[in-house]
């Protein structure tokens, strides 16, 4: 299965260890549930989004944290 990153822009964090999806269709999914669940969390700062990108590092998806 094709590994995927997801990086939290707007505060720097970078994930270093990826998970597999099925595809990037998956991997989109993903990053929108876990977006709609951190902007529960905490405030929002319209630059923070969840950046996803494949093993290669071409971004696939990028989520606001909003959910929207």
Do not use: W
Request: proline share 3%; glycine share 8%; with cysteine.
């Amino acid at each position: 299965m094709p590994r995927y990153f997801s990086h939290l822009a707007g505060s720097g964090a970078r994930d270093i260890e990826g998970q597999e999806f099925a595809d990037d269709e998956a991997a989109r999914q993903e990053a929108v549930m876990v977006a709609r669940e951190l902007a529960g969390c905490r405030s929002i700062s319209t630059n923070d989004r969840i950046v996803v990108t494949d093993a290669k590092g071409k971004v696939i998806h990028e989520q606001p944290l909003s959910g929207e």
